[in-house]
């Protein structure tokens, strides 16, 4: 956005993530984020803290969901965001300034430790085309048209899979397919016969029938 400061900062969570909604049903998450800079001492040549400083951290969505179930209080961090600054007065009357952060990403820091990434799709209303069978079955799930190993309504196997058919499994078809499946087969050879010397005779030809 025009004239918004981006700020990047590594730290620690100080305080456990806080979930919670708006009016409008937009999740929420806040927390602190603190770091502690490290300097050498000139006169000692050994490395001393600096003061701890803390920042606020809000972020909402689908982020702020996320990283409820992601983080923890001492976890270490990096967050990206939006940086402002307003003044406030304490319970003391002292004035003190407060730095928030709206983040627009964050996550582990993974210099130091390991993280375990699981992807979060977000749920539509159809499966992708080609990917999965009727009402988003995985591709070779019942149902599934033309998935290898599919089972019909029937329990038998299906050959749509492109391998090989089985010829046990096309005699029983043909058996089963009963007088129809016979008529349009055309006629046996020894009818071709029957009729083919019926022919001859009433011709005359005295040769005789090929058959």
Request: glycine share 12%; aromatic share 6%.
């Amino acid at each position: 956005m025009p004239n918004e400061a981006q700020f990047t900062v590594a730290g620690y969570v100080a305080t456990k993530p806080f979930l919670s909604e708006t009016k409008t049903g937009v999740s929420t998450l806040s927390m602190r984020v603190g770091w502690t800079p490290r300097r050498i001492d000139r006169v000692t040549g050994e490395w001393t803290d600096g003061p701890t400083c803390f920042v606020s951290v809000k972020c909402f969505g689908r982020t702020a969901q996320n990283a409820k179930a992601s983080l923890d209080k001492g976890d270490p961090v990096i967050v990206t965001g939006t940086l402002r600054m307003h003044d406030y007065q304490s319970k003391e009357g002292t004035l003190r300034t407060s730095v928030d952060i709206t983040a627009t990403a964050l996550g582990h820091d993974l210099s130091r430790g390991i993280t375990n990434y699981i992807r979060v799709r977000p749920k539509t209303d159809r499966a992708d085309d080609g990917q999965d069978g009727p009402e988003g079955a995985p591709p070779g799930a019942a149902g599934a048209p033309g998935a290898a190993g599919e089972h019909g309504p029937d329990g038998s196997a299906d050959d749509r899979d492109g391998g090989e058919f089985d010829g046990a499994a096309l005699t029983a078809d043909d058996d089963a397919a009963g007088p129809a499946a016979a008529e349009s087969a055309g006629p046996t050879a020894e009818e071709v016969e029957v009729e083919a010397t019926r022919l001859l005779e009433q011709a005359g030809d005295p040769v005789a029938a090929p058959f």
